[in-house]
Each structure stands twice: as structure tokens, then as C-alpha cells.
């Protein structure tokens, strides 16, 4: 059997379940992830970060760092190369908070259906970036009746099909839905993916959403538009200079919130298992504790539903994106420093959130439309 070394593994405070999945491999040390320097880092052998703290050569250089994990999804803060010329293992956790991430989409748009009064099935929902989140949000969509269009240039690349240039999507989806990683350069870099010259293309009453990276959209050129276009409805989860926001683009969202999309604690714990896994096949261990031995059962342990619609109601008690639209509206005029600090304390003390899929979900109409059963929401259990 491989004895388990003394590792000194250093990690962002805001990581939750580090304990019961990291304190069997030696010592470890918390600190604030935004302000972590390679002080922190001089006798640890693994860093754990979330998207808040660049892991790149001024981080590292000259630390015994073996193994780097980022407990996210979205890796643009890591320098990735740099990692691999040095040799340093790594690990992010594709797909943690993926479903999360959907079921903001999934409520902005059932709240913006209920108040705006217009039926999704009339609506046509453009996807850009169709990962995990882009491709889990197109089957619930589907499952709903609603129609879809994709925009994905690698995946087309590959395989070809129905997909549509980002140019076709501006002008034929009513709904159109970010969901790519921050990319700076190459053949298919987002960064500015939307921008003053294709903003101002967006159709009549459009509803743009962006829960993938703020610099994703110019959030200058978005602002100026947004105020000549009054009939465009926006929802913002990321921000271009998080954590400092620009609070006249804030004002124009009709939901605004401090990238908590993929917030569930279902979510967060996923991705620092994903971790312990990653470090014990690094350490050719073997994983002895399960995602279900460190994620809590739900206070809500089941809800009973007829159809879709009902899930208006209960989202309010698994997930109100106007929760933290309220919340976020409280600081965002605030003075920059604050600003910046609130942003983070939002994030830091962020209510207990749980995803659908952990919940036991009665169905009560079991007719073959039902679009709940469509959804996949009728077999209850946590998935990792
Ligand atoms: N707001 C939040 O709380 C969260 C945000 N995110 C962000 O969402 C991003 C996407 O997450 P996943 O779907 O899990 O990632 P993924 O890696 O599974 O999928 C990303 C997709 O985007 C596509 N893509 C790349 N460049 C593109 C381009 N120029 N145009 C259109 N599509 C392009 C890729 O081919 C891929 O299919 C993450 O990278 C992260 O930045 C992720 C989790 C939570
Ligand atoms: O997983 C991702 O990618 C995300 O965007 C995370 O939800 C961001 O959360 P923090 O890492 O900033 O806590």
C-alpha cells in the first residue's frame, strides 16, 4: 500500500470541505485567495485556488509547489503552460458547478417569462459555448419544449453540424445565452466576443445573459448600447473588472448578480473533490472518501410538482436569482475600494444554495408530456 506523505498544502479560505478531504495528506493552511502571494507559498507542496488568485510564474517561481487545483470550471486565471513546462501537476474541476450555473439561467428566464408575460415557447434561445454548462442548458431547453440555436466554432470545427456563426445568432434568437471560457488569442479567442460593433445587432427586445467571464462582453460598449436600446433586457452574473463593477451597467440589468451563477453548495463542494481526486491519482492513493460523505443532505429534502411551472414557486426556495440581485444592488454604488471589498464579502458569506438534482423530487402528473420528467428532475440522487 502507498503511504500518505506530509504534504503542506496551502489553499484559498474560501474552499469549502477542505478538512475532511485534505487534512489526511499533512498540513494545511488557509489564506484569503485574492491577495495570496508566493510568501504563502514558500514550504507548500500544493495550492489550492479558486478563480480569484492568477497562479502563473510570479506566483510559484521559487516555491516547492508540486501540484496546482483550482476548484472551478473556468481555468483562465491559471497560466497553464507555464505549469507544464515546470513539470507541476494539475487539476481543475470541469463541470462542478455546471448544472448551478443552468438552473440561474433556467430561473432568470422563468422570472423574466412571468413578468414580462411572454411564453418562452415563443422564444428562441441562442447558446454560445456548448460545454457543460452550454450543452446541459440546451437539453433542459429541449426537455422544456423550447427552441434552441448553437454557436460553438471549435466544436463545429470537429464535427461539423448545426451549428451557427455568432453573426446569425444576433440577428435570429430572442434569448442569447454566454456560456464560453475567457479566451485571449488563438483561433477562437471570446474576449470581447461582443462588442460595439455587434452589440448594436442584437434583434428587438432581445434578453443577452452572461454567466461565463465578464471580459467575454466590452462592458463599455454594452453600456452605451444598453441606453440607446432600451428594449434590450440584460442579466449579469460577471463583470469585466470584477470585483469592481460598473454600476450604471448594473443599473440597466434587470437581474445583476456578483458571479454566483455557479454558487451551489453542491457546486463548490463538487469541485473540491474533484481536487482530492485529482491529488490522489497524482499521489497514486487511492480515493477513500466519496463526494456523498462530504456533501451535507439538503434541509430541503423533497418537493412535490405537477409540472415546470411549478418550479417558479419552489425556485424561490432552492433558487431566487433575485435573491442575490437585491443583494448585489446594495453595494454596487458604493465607493470603489468598497465596492470591491463587498463584491467579495457577497461571495465569501453566500447563503446556502442547493441544486434540483439533489433534491427528491415527487412528480405528480405522470403524464408522458410532463416536462419535469422530461427535464430529468424526477430521479433524485447527487451526481458527480
Ligand atoms: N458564472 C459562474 O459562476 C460560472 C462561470 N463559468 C464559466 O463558464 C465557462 C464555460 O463552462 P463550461 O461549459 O463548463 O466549459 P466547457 O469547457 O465545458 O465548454 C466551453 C465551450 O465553449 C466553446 N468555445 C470556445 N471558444 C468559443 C468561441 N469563440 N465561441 C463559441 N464557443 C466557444 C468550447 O468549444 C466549449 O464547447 C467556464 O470556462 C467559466 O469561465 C463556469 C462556471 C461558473
Ligand atoms: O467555476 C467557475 O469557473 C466559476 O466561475 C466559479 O463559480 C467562480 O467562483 P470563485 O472561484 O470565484 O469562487
Excluded at 302 to 318: C, G, I, N, Q
Aim: hydrophobic fraction near 40%; proline fraction near 5%.
Amino acid at each position: 500500500m502507498t503511504a500518505v506523505p506530509h504534504l503542506t498544502i496551502v489553499a484559498d479560505e474560501n474552499i469549502p470541505a477542505l478538512a475532511p478531504l485534505f487534512q489526511r495528506f499533512g498540513t494545511l493552511r488557509t489564506c484569503a485567495g485574492r491577495s495570496m502571494r508566493a510568501e504563502d507559498l514558500k514550504d507548500a507542496d500544493v495550492v489550492l485556488v479558486r478563480s480569484v488568485t492568477r497562479v502563473n510564474q510570479a506566483l510559484l517561481a521559487g516555491t516547492p509547489v508540486r501540484f496546482v487545483g483550482t476548484a472551478t470550471i473556468g481555468t483562465d486565471h491559471i497560466d497553464q503552460d507555464w505549469l507544464r513546462q515546470q513539470g507541476i501537476g494539475f487539476s481543475s474541476a470541469p463541470g462542478c458547478n455546471a448544472d448551478s450555473v443552468v438552473e440561474y439561467v433556467l430561473s432568470s428566464l422563468l422570472q423574466l417569462a412571468f413578468e414580462q408575460r411572454f411564453n418562452l415557447l415563443d422564444k428562441v434561445v441562442g447558446i454560445v459555448g456548448v460545454g457543460n454548462v452550454g450543452g446541459r442548458l440546451q437539453q433542459r431547453l429541449q426537455a422544456l419544449g423550447i427552441r434552441v440555436c448553437l454557436c460553438d466554432p471549435p466544436r463545429q470545427a470537429v464535427e461539423g453540424g448545426d451549428f451557427l456563426s455568432l453573426d446569425q445568432m444576433l440577428v435570429e434568437v430572442d434569448i442569447l445565452a454566454l456560456h464560453t471560457p475567457l479566451i485571449q488569442s488563438g483561433e477562437w479567442p471570446t474576449y470581447h466576443l461582443l462588442n460595439a460593433e455587434n452589440l448594436p445587432r442584437l434583434k428587438q427586445n432581445a434578453i443577452l445573459l452572461n454567466a461565463g467571464r465578464g471580459p467575454v462582453i466590452d462592458n463599455t460598449a454594452l453600456l452605451e448600447v444598453s441606453l440607446a436600446r432600451p428594449d434590450l433586457t440584460l442579466v449579469m452574473d460577471v463583470w469585466e473588472h470584477e470585483p469592481a463593477v460598473c454600476a450604471r451597467l448594473a443599473e440597466r440589468c434587470a437581474i445583476a448578480t456578483p458571479h454566483i451563477a455557479g454558487y451551489s453548495l453542491d457546486g463548490k463542494i463538487r469541485g473540491t473533490w474533484m481536487l482530492y481526486r485529482a491529488l490522489c491519482e497524482q499521489l497514486g492513493l487511492p480515493v477513500e472518501t466519496e463526494l456523498k460523505d462530504v456533501l451535507p443532505a439538503s434541509s430541503v429534502r423533497s418537493l412535490t410538482l405537477t409540472d415546470a411551472e411549478d418550479l417558479l414557486t419552489p425556485a424561490r426556495l432552492v433558487y431566487d436569482p433575485y435573491r442575490d440581485d437585491r443583494a448585489f444592488r446594495k453595494i454596487v454604488h458604493l465607493p470603489e475600494a468598497e465596492q470591491r471589498q463587498a463584491f467579495d464579502r457577497l461571495r465569501r458569506e453566500y447563503p446556502e444554495r442547493r441544486e434540483y438534482c439533489t433534491l427528491q423530487l415527487a412528480i405528480e402528473d405522470d403524464t408522458p408530456g410532463n416536462h419535469l420528467r422530461a427535464m430529468g428532475f424526477a430521479t433524485a440522487g447527487v451526481n458527480s
